[in-house]
Each structure stands twice: as C-alpha cells, then as structure tokens.
C-alpha cells in the first residue's frame, strides 16, 4: 500500500496526554517552555517560521493550551487578541505559511489552532447550556454540572478519480478562481463507511461509478475541524463524466502531458502545496517528468 507524505501529517510532536491533569507541572513548563501566541486568526511568525514567546512576555487573559513536548521542551499555545505589541504584519495565516513549517511546527500548530477554534466556537455546554471552562489544559471543557465537551473532528474524504487510461479528473468549483480545477471531497454523513462515502461523492459531483478505491493517507484540516481521509478511485465510464451544476461547475480529464501544458499556457491552476489534493495530483504525476509549471491558488 502507497501511503502519501502528506505536508499536515508530519508532526513529530509527543502530546504526553498523561500532563494534562498535573497543575503544578503545567505551571512549571509553561514558566520554561515555548509559547505560540495565536489571535483567533493567524500565528505570531518570524519571517516563514513561527514565533515563540516566553511565559514573562505575556500578560492579560487568554487561553492556555498544552500541545506536548519534543526532545525535551514543552509546547503551549496561548490564544488571545490583541494582547500583544506586535505589528499586525508579523502574524500569517496557517494557510500562508504552512508549505514552509517544519514538523515541529507543523505539528504544534495544527494541533493549537484546531483546539483554539474550537474553544471559541463553543462556549455553552451542549447538555444543560452552562458556561463551558477549559480542563486538563485546554484539551476538555467542563460546565458546572461536570458535564465535559471534547473537541470535535469532521471527518471528510477526498478522492482523486483515475480512468483505465490513467488519467485523472479535476474539477471546478464556482467560487474558486477561473482555471482552478482540484480533486473531489466530501463530508462523510451519518452512519456512513469512507468508503460509502467515496462512491456516493464521486456520482453526485461528477457522474461516474466507482469500481476500486485505495487508501492514500489522511491529514489534519483545522479550518476549523476536519481530518482529510485521501482515497485514490477507479471509474470504467469516463464517458458518463459530467459537473453536477451545483458544487461542480465544469470538469476536466487530463494526462500527465494535457495537465502540465494546461499549466504551462495558464487554463489550469492548481490547489496549493500544503493540500491533500495537490500531494495526490503530484504523486500521481510522478518525478519523471518535467516539473509543473504555473502558480497555486487558495479559494478566495
């Protein structure tokens, strides 16, 4: 089984889950340990990296959240706005520089700012509509009544679609870009396989059936909560293709020559390198050709 290096599953954090509930630990790394600040939007960052504060560097109220501990240091995340004295330029967006962290970071950043959006997202106790309270540093929130909330992860897969002709199918959105074309995704509903999953997405946005699915890899998408389940389809009616009008706007079947000189004339743009889409649309294009071309576009 090829399973994908994927850019948001390289993390090589120890999360040393067994702190969590150690209060006079916690206090003790967080005085010594290494601090991301995020805003509810973007990380504090230096140049392509992120920053780390120190615990005597922050001041005010905010959010404290232990995210684990590598060769010896310890990681929080503290999440506040405008609490620090810092020009607005020197925070970016997990989407703006996540191709370029390192593992380390990767890892510490996923992990906190899905944690961070969840907590912001969720202040009311979903049992009896009490105040929620951050527990076990960050990773739980407790009510009054005891009951607790865990952070939440929607699982959603993301297939690239193969004919017999090897070729792939890539299709539009009508709110991305014009010429942005990606790979099909879709949330996994209630009571239903990835697998199921796969097929049903596969129809309703383009038309075909699927004959044979291979597992690929799977990464974290805190934006807010997903986790990408990758998937690699085979369809035997590639002449049954066709957009479902709705959340696929126009789609296209290219060869590996067709899709680096739609690149290169500029009719396609593809998803960025930090994505489980583009990781599939390279691997499958494979090193044996000539590097793509052309530039990477976000949605807006």
């Known amino acids: 089984m090829r399973i994908l290096n994927l850019p948001l599953s390289r993390s090589n954090v120890d999360r040393s889950a067994h702190l969590r509930g150690d209060e006079a630990a916690l206090e003790a790394m967080w005085e010594s340990g290494r601090i991301l600040h995020f805003n509810g939007e973007a990380f504090l960052t230096s140049g392509a990296n992120l920053s780390f504060l120190t615990a005597n560097e922050i001041s005010g109220d905010g959010l404290r959240v232990y995210l684990g501990q590598h060769e010896g240091t310890h990681y929080f995340l503290w999440s506040a706005e405008g609490s620090l004295s810092v020009e607005e330029s020197a925070y970016k967006t997990l989407r703006e520089i996540g191709s370029e962290l390192t593992a380390l970071e990767i890892g510490l950043a996923v992990h906190g700012q899905g944690v961070a959006l969840w907590h912001a997202r969720n202040p009311f106790c979903s049992y009896c509509g009490k105040e929620l309270q951050p527990a076990l540093a960050g ?33 539009r959105q009508g709110v991305w870009p014009e ?14 396989s990835f697998e199921q999953c796969v097929v049903r997405e596969v129809f309703e946005e383009a038309g075909v059936h699927v004959t044979d699915i291979h597992y690929l890899g799977s990464q974290p998408w805190p934006f807010p909560q997903s986790l990408m389940i990758a998937f690699e389809a085979t369809i035997t009616d590639p002449h049954s293709a066709r957009a479902d009008g709705e959340e696929i706007v126009e ?5 590996r020559d067709g899709l680096y000189q739609a690149m290169l004339d500029g009719t396609l743009l593809l998803p960025p390198s930090m994505s489980v889409a583009r990781a599939m649309i390279q691997a499958w294009y494979g090193e044996d050709h000539p590097a793509l071309p052309g530039s990477q576009s976000w949605r807006p």
Request: net charge negative.
């Open 179 to 192: 010429h942005r074309f990606s790979t099909f995704a879709g949330f996994v509903e209630s009571g239903e």
């Open 251 to 255: 789609i296209r079947w290219f060869s």
């Open 139 to 171: 990773s739980v929130k407790r009510c009054e009544n005891a009951h607790e909330q865990y952070p939440r992860t929607d699982p959603a897969i993301i297939v690239l679609i193969k004919d017999s002709d090897d070729r792939i199918l890539l299709g």
